[in-house]
């Protein structure tokens, strides 16, 4: 892994965009991750004297204080007065009116690289509304914390969600303006539309690069080992288990009262969760705060589990499928399947992926 320090994000690249939104109208779809340097990219812009017509906030909100798949309200940020319009609930595509009086759309949010995170997902809906009707869209790249591997099962198309929209594995190796690109050109924005896609990308950043991020992304996530585990670890929240939410340590633990474990914790409302899963119930788990960084799909951790719950038929929750993104899992899981043979039934698909990957880098591999 190659250095974190000399990484210079897209939105810090002010020479290379600003005169491209010079006297456009402008709309920003942005939260806490949105830092130029130590200022948020909508200050920035206004003390640069771009024409902010109004923010879109995706899932957590533009001030990231909302609770995981929790909905957010429109409003007025009270900093700037601007429009906020919220990109989640009922609203997750923008409507013709949100896009339709701009010039452009800048996209600046800080991913972390597995498929149900749902940033991508509010990434195409912009696209193909900013395709619908004319207008432009701008991507300030930022480094992808968990692209430097590919792995996981590919989505099957039954199984489209918010929480995983294309044929791409769990852990997709890309940043959001090469992702970006694979969306516009594989012709999978609805009714393959294609929109007028412009991008700054990093400098200093490859996929080897060992990026630590400096504001935590969304409530749930706050270090770089909760980044690092959270691939792996959220599969369970498709089950009975809780992974720490309403803990200081969310996606670095896991438990649930029926394991047995050396490790305990009890979930408590929190600015993250203001009702998390097994609330005030002391959960048997395990501590994942320490270790080293992973680079693949732990699939050990939910075996274990679920070899360990007491009601074993009562384990997983309809949600798993659509984590998953494949009903195989499940029955894999259930039918005793071990780790090595799991993952070996994804292979051919990934490489499948793998080769369309190839085709929208914009940074040199990890392979």
Not at 9 to 33: C, F, H, M, T
Not at 95 to 106: G, N, S, T
Not at 297 to 326: P, V, Y
Request: glycine fraction near 8%; charged fraction near 25%; include cysteine.
């Amino acid at each position: 892994m190659t250095a974190f320090s000399y990484v210079v994000v897209g939105a810090e690249r002010l020479d290379a965009y600003l005169p491209l939104i010079q006297n456009k109208k402008v709309a920003l779809v942005v939260n806490p991750s949105s830092l130029v340097g130590q200022n948020h990219l909508v200050d920035v812009l206004i003390e640069n004297n771009i024409d902010i017509i109004r923010i879109m906030a995706p899932e957590h909100g533009f001030r990231g204080k909302a609770d995981a798949g929790e909905h957010v309200k429109d409003g007025v940020d009270s900093k700037t007065g601007l429009p906020i319009v919220s990109l989640y609930g009922k609203h997750k595509k923008p409507y013709k009116e949100d896009v339709e009086d701009l010039d452009f759309v800048i996209f600046d949010l800080q991913d972390v690289g597995a498929r149900f995170y749902t940033y991508i997902s509010t990434l195409q809906y912009v696209m193909e509304a900013c395709a619908e009707h004319g207008t432009s869209v701008l991507v300030l790249d930022r480094p992808n914390p968990n692209g430097h591997y590919v792995d996981g099962p590919v989505l099957k198309p039954e199984f489209k969600s918010f929480v995983g929209m294309q044929p791409i594995p769990i852990v997709y190796g890309m940043t959001v303006a090469e992702y970006a690109n694979m969306l516009n050109h594989e012709g999978w924005l609805d009714k393959g539309v294609k929109c007028d896609l412009h991008w700054v990308t990093c400098t200093g950043y490859d996929h080897n690069t060992s990026y630590s991020l400096p504001v935590k992304p969304s409530p749930n996530l706050p270090n770089d080992r909760s980044i690092n585990l959270y691939p792996s670890l959220c599969l369970f929240e498709g089950t009975r288990i809780s992974v720490g939410r309403g803990t200081d340590y969310p996606f670095q633990v896991y438990g649930h009262p029926e394991i047995e474990g050396d490790f305990k914790f009890t979930p408590a409302p929190n600015e993250g969760a203001k009702h998390p899963k097994l609330e005030g119930k002391e959960c048997n788990g395990m501590d994942l705060k320490q270790g080293e960084k992973i680079d693949e799909l732990k699939l050990g951790w939910i075996l274990m589990a679920r070899n360990n719950f007491l009601n074993q038929d009562d384990f997983f929750i309809s949600f798993f499928e659509k984590l998953a993104g494949t009903a195989d899992l499940r029955k894999q899981i259930l039918a005793g399947k071990t780790e090595e043979e799991i993952k070996a039934s994804w292979q051919e698909d990934l490489e499948a992926f793998k080769a369309i990957r190839k085709k929208y880098l914009l940074y040199k591999d990890f392979e």
